[in-house]
């Protein structure tokens, strides 16, 4: 290994070297392009950038492909610049032990469809949060996670003529599909990191398209890239959520995103870049590297297997030669047959629900009349998307890919649960089912099975039990039962209606709470009650006293409440109101308000030790509201002297209305005599 300050010290031929380190800093800081110029044969190139910068990487990544990978000189890690060396020069490219160091334990998860996806993330994430990973960094790595596991299981697949299986299938349907080739899942941490690897069976992702994306996220207006099956905007927000992003890929074999988090770093930003590539030769070897699987624990284990020894006889070689020869040109006649003959065909058969319609790739195939249907001329290795449907079922989906010989696929569907609104007259009542309740009327139930019978009792307090027999309709039919109450010999039921509807109704002087019009309620057989509807601003209902009999069950009550004045009754003292003509405004408390009708009403306060104060107003249709305000003073005699109320009756303090008034003293020397006083509000006011 040599180590050189400037470019000139390299002089200016070829560089002779398997891998040259550059740190892209002052002089060398252009230096990239002219390196790349001049290296020879396959070498390779990482590059060291002064502090991280995402557009700084892609733009070097982009410049060739010698270059391996990025790194960041302020978070430089010798160990990370040796194990991305030996990952260049030796091709061991696969597997989390290359980030973690001897002796901390890899986990791993096999993942083969969404709900599986969504347990590997949930596992994932307990594991970082018992390594007592901060919640920053976990949710950094549930997001790299989420968007590794979407483009392994539904972006990388591709069918035998690497056409990708789910590119022409919606977001929504690919989700409910189940993948052949399971996801490998791998994941570690060692207190200071955290590394998480999803590894497909396909090998589909080339370095050209990671780096376009990327490019176009950073300098694009338009970051998302919203074809279906595109990656773009989650490949830049892996880059933005991580310390390091690696991608090994061996073409056609297998490709794997790593994921890295410096759990010892004050904030999150991309240190490390790389793309590593494996190549096979057209012996079925390795390029390079000596022979071993792929890590343990992917379900497509690769041998990488090691030239044959070279010491056997020239007529041993003669011979492997001519059947090299003989294997290759078979190779060539198997490669060009469907070209030239066209892909073989195949038939399917598919089983399913007696009656379910088949599509194949959004086309209507036929019927499968006795549950059976079987599907001819289908190309060989080719994937399809294929659905079944029946009313009164899930459809169910899925994705095909037919081979020589029997091609059996069932699609099981799953019946729509029947629905049956079940209700009473009236509502409110308890449903129980084989002496379970199951919820108070109205209520929708869709647990029963389809073509099912039930018995259901009805209990609502006040009414008789009732028992009804139901007979469940067919999957996804619906059907509605409503159940009539009879009411209880003790009560009677009576319905309350108004014009307009929405009054509240008040018994025997009490609000009812939550009771407003139209509706039903109970009260005692043979006992007198007093219903009253109001609204705001409407002339309240009142109803002459109802005696119900018994088990009384079709009692109505119906009011028209017409627009009205409300008199805003009010008083400084304690007071109670009656005003004329109005039944529900009858010896009422201060304050209260009164609505009445257009036309003259007499308003009288009632004050104790007082004489008899009213006032007469007038309310005019256009009349909202009437302020009738009752303003008093006292008037106390002195003495032995008493202040006449009424005739008849004195005290010695009395309430009047305020201003100057001429009052009856009693008692004393002067015998009784009129006095006159200024009452004052509030206040008390001497009369002798």
């Given at each position: 290994m040599d180590g050189y300050l400037a470019l000139e010290d390299l002089g200016h031929s070829e560089i002779q070297a398997a891998l040259v380190v550059v740190h892209l800093e002052g002089a060398m800081a252009a230096a990239a392009p002219l390196l790349l110029s001049r290296l020879a044969g396959d070498a390779r190139l990482i590059a060291i950038l002064p502090r991280s910068n995402l557009s700084a990487i892609v733009d070097v990544m982009q410049t060739s492909e010698r270059v391996a990978g990025m790194m960041v000189a302020e978070d430089f890690d010798m160990k990370l610049l040796s194990a991305m060396a030996t990952r260049v020069l030796a091709g061991d490219i696969f597997g989390l032990d290359k980030h973690v160091p001897w002796g901390a334990q890899i986990h791993s998860f096999l993942v083969g469809d969404y709900q599986e996806k969504s347990l590997c993330i949930a596992q994932v994430s307990e594991f970082a949060e018992t390594m007592s990973v901060r919640r920053k960094y976990r949710e950094s790595i549930e997001?790299?996670?989420?968007?590794?596991?979407?483009?392994?299981?539904?972006?990388?697949?591709?069918?035998?003529?690497?056409?990708?299986?789910?590119?022409?299938?919606?977001?929504?349907?690919?989700?409910?599909?189940?993948?052949?080739?399971?996801?490998?899942?791998?994941?570690?941490?060692?207190?200071?990191?955290?590394?998480?690897?999803?590894?497909?069976?396909?090998?589909?992702?080339?370095?050209?398209?990671?780096?376009?994306?990327?490019?176009?996220?950073?300098?694009?207006?338009?970051?998302?890239?919203?074809?279906?099956?595109?990656?773009?905007?989650?490949?830049?927000?892996?880059?933005?959520?991580?310390?390091?992003?690696?991608?090994?890929?061996?073409?056609?074999?297998?490709?794997?995103?790593?994921?890295?988090?410096?759990?010892?770093?004050?904030?999150?930003?991309?240190?490390?870049?790389?793309?590593?590539?494996?190549?096979?030769?057209?012996?079925?070897?390795?390029?390079?590297?000596?022979?071993?699987?792929?890590?343990?624990?992917?379900?497509?284990?690769?041998?990488?297997?090691?030239?044959?020894?070279?010491?056997?006889?020239?007529?041993?070689?003669?011979?492997?030669?001519?059947?090299?020869?003989?294997?290759?040109?078979?190779?060539?006649?198997?490669?060009?047959?469907?070209?030239?003959?066209?892909?073989?065909?195949?038939?399917?058969?598919?089983?399913?629900?007696?009656?379910?319609?088949?599509?194949?790739?959004?086309?209507?195939?036929?019927?499968?009349?006795?549950?059976?249907?079987?599907?001819?001329?289908?190309?060989?290795?080719?994937?399809?998307?294929?659905?079944?449907?029946l009313d009164g079922y899930e459809p169910k989906q899925a994705v095909i890919q037919?081979?020589?010989?029997?091609?059996?696929?069932?699609?099981?569907?799953?019946?729509?649960?029947?629905?049956?609104?079940?209700?009473?007259?009236?509502?409110?009542?308890?449903?129980?089912?084989?002496?379970?309740?199951?919820?108070?009327?109205?209520?929708?139930?869709?647990?029963?099975?389809?073509?099912?019978?039930?018995?259901?009792?009805?209990?609502?307090a006040g009414y008789h039990d009732a028992t009804a027999r139901l007979g469940v309709p067919g999957p996804g039919k619906e059907s509605t039962l409503i159940q009539p109450l009879s009411v209880s010999e003790e009560l009677a039921r009576v319905r309350l209606l108004s014009e307009p509807s929405g009054a509240q109704v008040v018994k025997?002087?009490?609000?009812?709470?939550?009771?407003?019009?139209?509706?039903?309620?109970?009260?005692?057989?043979?006992?007198?009650?007093?219903?009253?509807?109001?609204?705001?601003?409407?002339?309240?209902?009142?109803?002459?006293?109802?005696?119900?009999?018994?088990?009384?069950?079709?009692?109505?009550?119906?009011?028209?409440?017409?627009?009205?004045?409300?008199?805003?009754?009010?008083?400084?003292?304690?007071?109670?109101?009656?005003?004329?003509?109005?039944?529900?405004?009858?010896?009422?408390?201060?304050?209260?308000?009164?609505?009445?009708?257009?036309?003259?009403?007499?308003?009288?306060a009632i004050v104790a030790q007082a004489p008899r104060i009213s006032r007469t107003v007038v309310a005019k249709p256009k009349d909202v509201e009437i302020k009738v305000k009752f303003e008093l003073g006292f008037v106390e005699a002195s003495g032995n002297k008493l202040v006449q109320i009424a005739p008849g009756t004195s005290a010695r303090r009395a309430a009047f209305e305020i201003g100057t008034r001429r009052v009856t003293v009693t008692g004393g020397e002067e015998g009784t005599h009129q006095a006159t006083v200024v009452v004052r509000l509030g206040t008390t006011t001497y009369g002798n």
């Open positions: 997001q790299c996670l989420d968007e590794m596991l979407m483009n392994a299981l539904y972006d990388a697949p591709v069918d035998d003529q690497g056409r990708p299986i789910f590119s022409e299938i919606p977001t929504k349907t690919r989700i409910s599909l189940r993948v052949e080739q399971k996801v490998v899942v791998q994941y570690a941490c060692d207190g200071k990191q955290f590394v998480v690897g999803v590894r497909d069976a396909f090998g589909t992702l080339d370095r050209e398209t990671v780096l376009r994306y990327l490019y176009k996220c950073l300098h694009s207006e338009q970051q998302i890239d919203r074809k279906t099956g595109g990656a773009g905007l989650g490949l830049y927000l892996m880059t933005n959520s991580s310390t390091g992003v690696y991608f090994n890929v061996l073409p056609g074999v297998a490709t794997e995103a790593v994921c890295t988090f410096d759990l010892e770093s004050p904030k999150v930003q991309i240190e490390s870049f790389g793309f590593f590539t494996e190549k096979i030769d057209a012996a079925g070897r390795l390029a390079a590297g000596p022979a071993k699987r792929l890590p343990a624990g992917a379900s497509h284990p690769v041998e990488r297997r090691q030239p044959s020894a070279s010491n056997a006889g020239s007529r041993v070689m003669t011979a492997v030669l001519g059947l090299a020869v003989l294997a290759a040109l078979g190779l060539v006649v198997f490669a060009a047959w469907p070209r030239i003959f066209g892909p073989g065909r195949t038939q399917v058969q598919v089983h399913t629900v007696p009656g379910a319609m088949v599509e194949i790739e959004g086309r209507n195939i036929g019927t499968a009349t006795n549950g059976t249907l079987i599907v001819k001329n289908l190309e060989i290795g080719r994937a399809y998307p294929i659905v079944a449907r037919p081979q020589e010989g029997d091609n059996p696929v069932t699609l099981d569907l799953r019946a729509i649960a029947a629905t049956v609104t079940v209700d009473s007259a009236p509502t409110g009542a308890t449903v129980e089912i084989d002496g379970k309740p199951v919820g108070t009327t109205p209520l929708v139930l869709k647990s029963l099975p389809p073509g099912s019978s039930a018995t259901l009792v009805f209990k609502k025997d002087g009490q609000v009812i709470p939550g009771a407003i019009t139209p509706i039903e309620l109970l009260v005692e057989a043979d006992k007198p009650a007093h219903f009253v509807l109001t609204m705001p601003h409407k002339v309240p209902v009142v109803f002459a006293p109802l005696k119900a009999p018994h088990g009384a069950n079709n009692l109505e009550l119906t009011g028209k409440l017409i627009d009205g004045t409300t008199l805003q009754l009010r008083a400084n003292v304690d007071a109670r109101f009656r005003v004329a003509g109005a039944p529900f405004c009858q010896d009422v408390p201060s304050p209260f308000d009164c609505v009445v009708p257009p036309g003259q009403h007499v308003v009288e």
